[in-house]
């Protein structure tokens, strides 16, 4: 199996993981999740892109977030937990293939040769996957395109104990102090990709800091 192919669009591909905005078994758009305020993301990221709004509406739909924002002059403005999940996705691969102060932290579906999706959730992504691209936050990857000796590491196994399940944002907030880094108290959830993975579902950007290592949320 190949990363799925980036022919044309490439959010086109990305119902496995806009899928987690549908309903069980109906094929339907979930309930949404209004924020407790409007966020407004600065919208600098989409700056070497040409034609940015309309590049971002079709990202955001293929993500399974057509709606709960929008755009103005100098920022995205985001009311839905849903909608701010797949900004921050792609801000996150930008941000990662980019490089800079700090590690971010990605969520990457993978199959196995069975096609059996688990999620890899690293701070190392591009190490993992060399060739990643920002444009790859609706691909799924194959095992084999993860350059470790040791694939399964950054694999969240199905049925793994998620004590996080269906928090909301400002319990998972609760772990962070004001300025967002992870409180010394929680610092064995440092590395804990499950209680990443709850954070990003959740709809926050999260870094590792380049100086203190510890969690930071966004």
Not at 96 to 104: C, D, E, L, W
Not at 120 to 132: E, S
């Amino acid at each position: 199996m190949s990363r799925t192919s980036t022919k044309g669009r490439n959010w086109a591909a990305a119902a496995l993981i806009g899928a987690a905005a549908l309903g069980p078994n109906t094929g339907e758009m979930a309930m949404a999740t209004p924020l407790a305020e409007p966020l407004d993301i600065p919208a600098e990221f989409l700056s070497e892109i040409d034609g940015a709004p309309d590049w971002l509406r079709g990202a955001m739909a293929g993500l399974g977030a057509p709606e709960g924002w929008s755009m103005t002059r100098d920022a995205i403005v985001v009311s839905e937990v849903e909608a701010l999940r797949a900004l921050n996705r792609i801000r996150a691969f930008r941000q990662a293939v980019r490089g800079g102060t700090g590690a971010i932290w990605l969520s990457l579906p993978v199959a196995n040769e069975m096609g059996e999706i688990r999620d890899c959730v690293t701070p190392w992504a591009t190490q993992l996957i060399p060739d990643l691209n920002a444009n790859d936050f609706g691909q799924s990857f194959a095992l084999s395109m993860l350059r470790t000796d040791e694939p399964e590491a950054c694999l969240i196994d199905v049925g793994t104990d998620d004590p996080w399940a269906g928090s909301d944002r400002t319990a998972l907030r609760g772990y962070f102090d004001d300025a967002g880094d992870l409180m010394v108290e929680h610092i064995s959830l440092n590395e804990d990709a499950v209680f990443v993975r709850a954070l990003i579902e959740a709809g926050y950007l999260v870094t590792k800091g380049s100086v203190s290592g510890r969690l930071r949320v966004e």
